[in-house]
């Protein structure tokens, strides 16, 4: 069974750092491309991060790009997202997900989330 | 960026009747395109990925179709557990985009 377990959220103030982690179980890591996915409460899914299977090539939207950093470590079987400067309108759900097949940039398997706030 | 325009927002249906949920892209997306379903307080869940391919374990009764821009989710025999927001997803550029989000709920 497919598990992705992210960790890390938490309350952060404005212009800190925070990472987040996560844990995949269930099947082969370095086989598939892994993303993450943010949802601000009650609100709509936004795309956050791509990261290929060995972790050369990574893609960002603008709202993130210069600040957050996704990497991975297949030998741990575990995903990262390094968010730096952070404001208040990273305050979200992060998703952590993988692809259904690295040829389709669509989303089979999310983990549960993790909450990150940010406020002074 | 790509816009994905869901419609409608929401809608209510009742027991057995056939739903259907329409996403329109802002250009074309062959056919790179999903349906994710979310409940309260879980995570999304994907229903159709590549236009009409169905995902391990989804019902038959969803189903997906269209081209180009023009895209469409179908709920056939609406049952309680339908209940949810839906979201369609281009993935044929970055940055990925998704819809805002159709509000499905039983009449």
């Known amino acids: 069974e497919v598990q992705l377990v992210e960790s890390g959220g938490g309350l952060v103030q404005p212009g800190k750092s925070l990472e987040l982690s996560c844990a995949a179980s269930?099947?082969?890591?370095?086989?598939?491309?892994m993303a993450w996915v943010r949802q601000v409460p009650k609100k709509g899914l936004e795309w956050v991060a791509t990261?290929?299977?060995?972790?050369?090539?990574?893609y960002y939207p603008d709202s993130v790009r210069g600040r957050f950093t996704i990497s991975r470590d297949n030998a741990k079987s575990s995903l990262y997202l390094q968010m730096n400067s952070l404001k208040s309108e990273d305050t979200a759900t992060y998703y952590c997900?993988?692809?259904?097949?690295?040829?389709?940039?669509?989303?089979?398997?999310w983990g549960q989330g993790t909450l990150v706030t940010v406020s002074s | 960026d790509i816009q994905m325009t869901q419609s409608p927002h929401s809608l209510s249906a009742s027991l057995g009747e056939t739903v259907s949920i329409e996403c329109l892209a802002s250009?074309?997306?062959?056919?790179?395109v999903a349906w994710y379903q979310q409940k309260p307080g879980k995570s999304p869940q994907l229903l159709i990925y590549?236009?009409?391919s169905l995902q391990d374990g989804v019902p038959s009764r969803f189903s997906g179709s269209g081209s180009g821009t023009q895209f469409s989710l179908k709920i056939s025999n609406m049952q309680p557990e339908d209940e949810g927001v839906y979201y369609c997803?281009?993935?044929?550029?970055?940055?990925?985009?998704f819809g805002s989000g159709t509000k499905l709920e039983i009449k």
């Open positions: 997900a993988r692809r259904v097949r690295n040829n389709y940039a669509h989303l089979a398997y």
């Open positions: 269930g099947f082969t890591f370095s086989d598939y491309y």
């Open positions: 990261i290929s299977t060995s972790g050369t090539t990574t």
């Open positions: 250009e074309g997306i062959s056919n790179y």
């Open positions: 590549y236009v009409s």
């Open positions: 997803q281009q993935g044929y550029k970055y940055p990925l985009t």
